[in-house]
């Protein structure tokens, strides 16, 4: 479990996210959290429970990319997940415990690629010494002369195979035998797909419908002719499979969901309803109640085991325009105790996004078209012409934050990224002037910009 300090979490944010330091603060320390209860005394460990966090905010200001930021930052299992895709029991569509079994699946998947990584250079070895058998079968034989009658043919002596090996390992190790083909088995894996429909996870019925298939199936192996180097790399792909230990990884993938998982549930406004006594009101309070024992802690059955919800943390968003946090069920409001405010964004917020992050806008422009060989540079007056037009257009039309930047840049720079290969001009400098004519017509038409942008 990653035991970065809260301000060091933050900081890391900071790179990619502007402003929003509540909503940080708050999930840095939720996350410390996680690593304080690991270190608490065993008897009161378990009576600690997450406490999930709803982060309320128009769309564009950073609630995803937060939560997405802190997935790549931390070693913790996170799984993001859209609520509005959920249904509730008795209804064809996803149920909610499929989110743990995500999870569960992509935790597994990572160990096993991390196991797979660790046993490459010994799988490697392996490969090469099964190549040298294709190359050099082991029971080659030589004829040996018996007297004035036709010749006996016997082993070769061990010393004559020994030798030619280790010159054929050389000439491997030297890629010499790059060209060379070899005779090799490679299993069949055009399984056919099976579909079942059901609004039950086949998990709950203990099934794995899948791998019993696979059983059933005959494992078909076809023999390919393939070059050295690609049979190298086929053979220690098996091989790194077959070191791997299966149990060890699930044991510890279910250890990690349990202890640190993070499940991020987008879009919650959408599954609540104001009053919910008619009509899909119904229907998204059904899917609250079916998420309840989920966040308040329960046991889901998936295909690697019973996986338990009680200690993993949930981070919740939405952008409650129409409705407010209270509208949820209050049973599942008080699973979420910590909720954070995300400030919608404006002139000054854009400026630094387009200037500050890593993964600035303006540089993932100016790095495209470096590819041409075109070389732009936006002045000061520039960047503060995008921004004031990206805050006007959101303030007449729909809000969508920082998005909104997307597509300003590419209506400005539309004509430089189709004609980049051919432009004779490589070195092109962007200013407030030129913006201001790429996108006055927008700007000034209301009506324009809301089917442009």
Do not use: C
């Amino acid at each position: 479990m990653s035991n970065l300090k809260p301000s060091e979490i933050v900081q890391k944010l900071d790179k990619y996210i502007i402003g929003q330091h509540q909503a940080k603060r708050s999930v840095a320390i939720a996350l410390r959290n996680r690593w304080r209860r690991q270190h608490v005394e065993p008897d009161l460990r378990d009576e600690i429970a997450p406490k999930n966090i709803i982060l309320i905010g128009p769309t564009g200001v950073g609630k995803t990319e937060i939560a997405r930021r802190l997935s790549k930052m931390t070693d913790s299992p996170f799984s993001k997940v859209e609520a509005s895709k959920f249904t509730e029991v008795g209804y064809v569509g996803r149920d909610v415990e499929s989110m743990v079994r995500d999870l569960v699946e992509l935790t597994v998947n990572t160990l096993k690629t991390q196991e797979q990584e660790a046993v490459r250079e010994k799988a490697a070895q392996i490969a090469e010494e099964r190549v040298l058998d294709l190359l050099l079968p082991k029971n080659t034989t030589v004829p040996v002369p018996k007297g004035e009658g036709d010749a006996e043919v016997k082993p070769a002596p061990v010393e004559d195979v020994s030798s030619t090996r280790e010159k054929l390992r050389k000439m491997l190790h030297d890629g010499k035998l790059d060209g060379r083909y070899v005779d090799l088995d490679v299993a069949d894996r055009n399984i056919p797909m099976v579909e079942i429909f059901s609004n039950v996870g086949m998990e709950e019925m203990g099934i794995n419908f899948k791998d019993m298939l696979g059983g059933l199936m005959p494992k078909n192996t076809k023999r390919r002719k393939i070059k050295v180097p690609e049979a190298l790399q086929t053979i220690a792909q098996e091989e790194a499979q077959n070191l791997v230990d299966m149990d060890k990884v699930i044991s510890r993938a279910i250890e990690k969901v349990e202890q640190s998982g993070i499940i991020f549930l987008d879009e919650i406004d959408k599954i609540a309803g104001k009053n919910g006594s008619h009509g899909p009101d119904v229907s998204r309070e059904g899917v609250q109640r079916d998420l309840l024992p989920i966040v308040e802690g329960s046991t889901v059955n998936t295909k690697y085991g019973p996986v338990r919800t009680d200690h993993i943390l949930f981070i919740a968003s939405g952008a409650f325009h129409t409705i407010k946090p209270s509208d949820l069920i209050p049973e599942l409001q008080g699973r979420f105790p910590i909720r954070v405010e995300l400030n919608a964004l404006g002139k000054t917020e854009f400026i630094r996004i387009l200037t500050e992050p890593k993964n600035a806008l303006l540089l993932q422009y100016m790095a495209l078209l470096r590819t041409e060989g075109v070389d732009i540079t936006f002045t000061d007056d520039a960047v503060e012409t995008i921004a004031a037009i990206a805050e006007d257009v959101n303030n007449l039309t729909e809000n969508i934050g920082a998005r909104r930047l997307h597509t300003l840049m590419e209506k400005l720079l539309e004509d430089l990224l189709f004609e980049g290969p051919d432009l004779k001009e490589k070195n092109i400098v962007i200013n407030g002037s030129f913006v201001e004519e790429r996108l006055k017509d927008i700007r000034a038409d209301e009506d324009l910009s809301r089917f442009i942008l």
